[in-house]
């Protein structure tokens, strides 16, 4: 599987805009090839260096420089938030029955 729609997705989800734009399919192919990923605007601010790489490898514009999503799961930024999000306690302790 290749990363870059999820990269686009996620970007787009960070900043409510998609990465490259235009007002029909041949300009958006055209933003794809000519402009340069960025990652400019108070939104971007808060946004931490590791998010910013992920999809700044997940963008490569070559399909062949891209890493494979194996790799990409791998990645420092996802690995922290996995690490943030997992429970101190064991599943079977955090939630009591009904």
Not at 25 to 54: C, H, M, P, Q, Y
Not at 55 to 82: F, I, N, V, Y
Not at 83 to 89: D, G, N, Q, V
Request: proline residues 7%; glycine residues 6%; charged residues 30%.
């Amino acid at each position: 599987m290749d990363v870059w729609s999820v990269c686009v997705v996620i970007y787009i989800m960070m900043c409510g805009k998609p990465p490259f734009m235009g007002n029909d399919k041949e300009e958006v192919t055209k933003s794809i090839t000519r402009d340069v990923l960025t990652f400019k605007g108070e939104t971007w601010n808060g946004v931490s260096k590791e998010a910013k790489d992920f999809l700044t490898k997940g963008l490569k514009k070559d399909p062949r420089e891209r890493p494979d999503s194996h790799s990409m799961l791998q990645h420092e930024w996802l690995s922290s938030m996995a690490e943030a999000s997992t429970p101190t306690r064991p599943l079977s302790q955090l939630h009591k029955p009904l």
